[in-house]
């Protein structure tokens, strides 16, 4: 029987206080996430300066959160989630098997190919865990699966993949699922007056002027979750995690934060919707360092969703979409199959 293999693709995350430097130096080196300028010949001594300097107090954030990421636990679940509902789908056509694939740090996207090769896999569907299209993210993640094919000649697998899904059906309803169990944790009487500050990684706003979506395809999801919510209550978006001089998308959380609670905001829920799984940027940047922010600027009750992870809502969308391409590619295949045997 054929084996569908699947690649759920993300950047990573350390699995010990010791990878943090490494991991670091391995997204500086990215040319797709960051640009050195003038100063690019220079890339390779620039990530390596850069990731001693900060390795120290990142360490620090990791530790407050257990000593490592775990997005490497998170995206195992998801897989074996994952690859039991594809399984599910497909008995008796296809065997399935889904693995992980990282930017920075293992299991590397180059692991997750090599395993797919020894394991004679041959069909395979690239699946990022980034709902939204950024050539810093899913675009870079491609690019590396692309390079390494390439080097293997280009022929050896036969790819599908999704590049972004910020409105599937069911993606926006495991985010309204993420936020009513958010709004339960609130007093009952309580529950009516809870603002909602939905919070994206940022990006430089130089990336959205030369055309990449992920902005927009952000504003499209919070928009999608309100709507199918009635637009029960008020809601903002901003964008965290700015690194560096030049200018990023905005409002900052932290400014927007103080700025609710400026207004008379006491109530509130962070919704952390770019991501799809915990790690440092929900546990420590949102749930430890936003917290301390919202409390001293007179926030009483503060709140974040925990990450979709191996919601069984997210499961399934993952699951439909693969399914909805990979079915549509069998019929095309029969379809060219029957044309060539007629006489």
């Known amino acids: ?20 430097r490494p991991f670091l130096q391995n997204l500086f080196l990215d040319r797709e996430i960051i640009s050195f300028g ?8 620039l990530a390596r300066f850069i990731a001693k300097r900060r390795a120290e107090i990142v360490k620090k954030n990791y530790a407050m959160i257990g000593g490592k990421s775990p997005l490497a636990e998170i995206s195992a679940q998801q897989a074996r989630a994952l690859e039991s509902a594809l399984a599910a789908h497909f008995d008796g056509r296809f065997a399935v098997r889904v693995v992980v694939g990282f930017s920075y740090w293992h299991p590397f996207i180059a692991e997750a190919m090599e395993e797919l090769d020894r394991e004679g896999v ?22 590396t699966w692309r390079d390494l094919h390439r080097a293997k000649g280009g022929r050896r697998f ?27 944790a609130f007093p009952a009487e309580r529950r009516g007056g809870v603002t909602l500050l939905f919070s994206a ?39 965290q995690s700015k690194v560096g001089p030049a200018k990023w998308l905005e409002p900052n959380t932290v400014d927007m934060v103080k700025t609710l609670a400026a207004q008379g905001v006491t109530d509130l829920l962070v919704v952390p919707v770019a991501f799809t799984a915990d790690h440092i940027e929900t546990l420590h ?18 709140r974040v969703t925990a990450g979709l992870n191996d919601s069984p809502l997210y499961i399934s969308s993952m699951a439909a979409q693969i399914i909805a391409r990979v079915e549509r590619r069998l019929e095309l295949e029969q379809n060219v199959r029957a044309a060539s045997t007629k006489p």
Do not use: W
């Open 158 to 184: 036969r790819v599908q993949s999704v590049k972004a899904y910020p409105v599937d059906a069911r993606y926006v309803a495991a985010l309204g699922a993420r936020i009513d169990e958010g709004l339960a």
């Open 1 to 20: 029987m054929e084996t569908l293999g699947v690649v759920l693709l993300n950047m990573g995350g350390p699995t010990s206080l010791d990878a943090v």
């Open 38 to 45: 003038p100063m690019e010949f220079a890339r390779g001594p």
């Open 285 to 302: 940047e949102l749930s430890i360092e936003l917290r301390r922010e919202a409390a001293e600027a007179g926030i009483g009750s503060f």
């Open 201 to 239: 990684h940022g990006t430089p706003v130089k990336l959205v002027q030369q055309g990449d979506p992920y902005s927009l395809q952000i504003r499209d999801t919070v928009e999608a979750v309100m709507r199918a919510r009635g637009n029960d209550r008020p809601y903002h978006l901003s964008f």
């Open 122 to 143: 041959s069909r395979v569907f690239l699946m990022p865990l980034y709902p939204h299209y950024s050539k810093t993210t899913t675009g870079s993640c491609m690019k």
